[in-house]
């Protein structure tokens, strides 16, 4: 195994990103404001945070294996870790995924500093309780961090309606049954860890799975986190449910009511004779209510579970016709229904209205279809250029900008975003068919 202090004396600055190393100084910047590294230039920088190695006895430098990871390219990653791969993928539960990017599609950068910010974002506009998110990010940065990034089968991590699933090579280093109350970190990649640690965003206690258990189980109820050793495969698996353990425990009260029905008068075990009773429709219905939870999947329960259910679930449970656990004017709900799925059918088709674009906006976007490599900043212009003249969808910037959806979303949209230089249209409901971003005409007014 590489280890990530390791200085590969023939890949220097030109190796690495520029805009990540900007990318992390600016957020160190923040975090210590006052500290003597903001100070330094870039090579004694990267020295001083271990990026960046020095040969003594030959006089010879170059960028340490943890520097490569954090700050270079995919392409030139793979040229030293052969196996290096991450991946990002959520589904509604079929077979297709609904969202999906890795290091390999060559929108964005492919390392692992901004690999952990994509999905800080993602899971920050999908996840509206901060706790979960924060439990959520704190696994994440934990496998980038014990991942041995020279075994098989990259870093993955998926979301599904009922459970996340975190994925790296490399076995533990404690024993297994120790993870999520172990005091003492043993540690693959220390200086990956200093990296991170130095944003705040780990560190080097072994406290980190403690606390996400503590809120995952006790905060949340969700069933306790799990974590399996695939020996085989030398891959380590967190597995996080979305089902809750007061769901598990109230299935009990399910037999309490079969019981009830039984002393009624009414043998539960002929169900169907019992429901086909005309005078126990009322009965049945609450019944089936009451059980709804029980015989819908996962990701439903989670749903019932939530009575301050936010937009977002609402406007998912719109597309699912599952309103009516939340939606207390049916009616609304009904009259509405049929020009919301028309809406979310044509967004899904992913096509642009060709005659919303306008000759300007083509005009302004023309550097960004003739020029395929722009500076971040370059594009950064463009788009919020674009947005000064209107409010535009993810799919009108990939058409006006010929980049795929993700990469600018990834790349562009969320950096502006966090700047506060664009604001949603609809900020409370992130997955809106009809989201837009807006030009922020505060952030002018600052």
């Known amino acids: 195994m590489l280890q990530d202090n390791l200085i590969l004396e023939h890949y220097g600055l030109n190796e690495l990103n520029f805009d990540t190393i900007k990318s992390y100084r600016d957020r160190f910047a923040e975090v210590k404001p006052a500290h003597p590294w903001n100070a330094l230039e870039t090579k004694e920088f990267l020295y001083k945070v271990g ?23 995919e392409r030139i990653i793979t040229e030293v870790l052969p196996q290096y791969f ?12 609904t969202e999906r990017f890795t290091s390999q599609d060559g929108t964005w950068s ?10 800080h974002e993602i899971v920050r506009n999908s996840e509206p309780q901060p706790s979960i998110a924060s439990s959520l990010t704190e696994v994440l940065i934990n496998m980038l961090i014990h991942a041995d990034y020279n075994g098989e089968g990259g870093v993955i991590l998926e979301k599904q309606p009922s459970h996340y699933v975190f994925s790296n090579p490399g076995l533990l280093l404690v024993p297994t049954d120790s993870v999520f109350s172990n005091i003492v970190s043993q540690l693959r990649n220390p200086n990956i860890v200093k990296l ?5 965003l780990c560190e080097r206690s072994g406290s980190g799975l403690k606390k996400v258990k503590q809120n995952w189980s006790s905060l949340h109820h969700y069933k ?29 009260e399910k037999d309490t009511y079969n019981t009830s029905i039984t002393d009624s008068g009414n043998n539960f075990k002929d169900v169907e004779k019992y429901q086909n009773k005309p005078e126990n429709d009322v009965e049945i219905n609450s019944y089936n209510k009451n059980n709804n939870s029980y015989n819908k999947d996962l990701i439903e329960e989670l749903k019932s579970y939530n009575n301050d259910v936010n937009s977002f679930n609402k406007e998912d449970n719109y597309y699912n016709n599952e309103s009516n656990l939340y939606n207390n004017d049916a009616d609304s709900y009904n009259n509405n229904r049929n020009s919301y799925n028309n809406e979310r059918e044509e967004d899904s088709s992913n096509l642009v209205n060709v005659e919303n674009i306008d000759a300007k906006l083509w005009d302004i976007a023309t550097l960004a279809r003739e020029k395929k490599r722009l500076s971040p900043n370059q594009m950064e212009h463009i788009i919020l250029e674009l947005c000064k003249e209107k409010p535009l969808m993810l799919k009108e910037f990939a058409y006006l900008l010929e980049r795929t959806p993700d990469g600018v979303r990834n790349n562009y949209l969320t950096k502006l975003l966090r700047k506060g230089q664009l604001q949603l249209k609809y900020p409370n409901q992130p997955n809106h068919p009809k989201q837009a971003y807006l030009f922020n005409k505060k952030d002018i007014e600052k």
Request: charged share 25%; no cysteine; glycine share 8%.
């Open 224 to 252: 306790t986190p799990a974590i399996d050793q695939d020996v085989s495969m030398h891959r380590t698996v967190v597995m996080l449910s979305l089902s809750t353990q007061e769901r598990q425990v109230s299935s009990s």
């Open 51 to 73: 990026a960046w190695g020095k040969v003594r006895d030959t006089h010879k430098e170059g960028v340490t294996l943890a520097g490569l990871l954090l700050f270079s390219e």
């Open 110 to 119: 492919g390392n692992i500093f901004d690999f952990y910010f994509h999905i």
């Open 196 to 200: 991170f640690s130095l944003l705040g």
């Open 86 to 97: 991450l991946e990002y993928r959520e589904s509604k539960g079929n077979e297709e995924w």
